[in-house]
């Protein structure tokens, strides 16, 4: 299974700074065949389910505010935040969809400071 | 509207079973695979199973495999997640979601509020 690890596993950050989460994966994500990186990102707000932020490590999905972006190949992905605001405490969570199981990173709780 | 509703959650003794089900409506439930995902309390996300949009292909996370099955009916736009011999270790809100891509491999667009299982004498 491939084992995805995330840094660090709490950040604190003013409001309106920017917030850096990193993803680290055992293995390669990066289909050769496509040039893809199958990673995405998720944001779970407290007491709710999560959300999809960020699919093929950069393409944010729709609705989502252009303050967030994805970047990364291979085995290191970043996800920014670059304006903090205070909607977005939450717990971010990378995953893999690389092959199964899928698996995720064990999440980044992001405060303000 | 995509919504995705949970439902079968319980408490449960340990050796038990339990059936889980998943309400999809606002999409063309049979054109995407699904999956389920659990999370222990104060814990992370964990994948648990996926089935292809016919329900000829399934995948599971090597902890279910031999005790959880997950199916489908297309007609009644539902999932299922049939869970037996559980065991403490179970204990989750367990997650429907959507798979986006509507092939193997993929990220998961849509998720449901979540059902609470817990596995305890």
């Known amino acids: 299974d491939i084992v995805m690890t995330q840094s660090p596993d709490s950040l604190a950050v003013s409001l309106g700074e920017r917030a850096t989460i990193n993803c680290k994966s055992s293995?390669?994500?990066?289909?050769?065949?496509?040039?893809?990186?199958?990673l995405a990102w998720y944001q779970q707000k407290p007491g709710q389910s999560p959300k999809l932020l960020i699919y093929?490590?950069?393409i944010r999905e729709s609705g989502v505010p252009d303050r967030f972006s994805g970047s990364g190949s291979g085995t290191d992905f970043t996800l920014t935040i670059s304006s903090l605001q205070a909607e977005d405490v939450a717990v971010y969570y990378c995953?893999?969809?690389?092959?199964?199981?899928?698996?995720f990173g064990q999440g980044t709780k992001l405060e303000i400071k | 509207e995509v919504q995705l509703v949970e439902s079968g959650g319980g408490l449960v003794q340990p050796g038990g079973s339990l059936r889980l089900s998943c309400a999809a409506s606002?999409?063309?439930?049979?054109?995407?695979?699904m999956s389920w995902v659990r999370q222990a309390p104060g814990k992370g996300l964990e994948w648990v199973a996926n089935?292809?949009?016919?329900?000829?292909?399934?995948y599971y996370v090597d902890s279910v495999k031999g005790r959880f099955t997950i199916s489908r009916d297309n007609a009644k736009n539902s999932l299922y997640l049939q869970m037996n011999s559980l065991r403490a270790e179970d204990t989750a809100v367990y997650y429907c979601?959507?798979?986006?891509?509507?092939?193997?491999?993929?990220?998961?667009?849509?998720w449901g509020q979540g059902t609470l299982v817990t596995v305890s004498s």
């Open positions: 606002g999409f063309t439930f049979s054109s995407y695979w």
């Open positions: 995953q893999q969809y690389y092959n199964t199981p899928y698996t």
């Open positions: 979601a959507r798979e986006g891509s509507k092939q193997l491999l993929s990220w998961l667009d849509y």
């Open positions: 293995q390669s994500v990066l289909y050769s065949s496509n040039n893809k990186n199958y």
């Open positions: 093929w490590a950069s």
């Open positions: 089935i292809q949009q016919d329900g000829s292909e399934k």
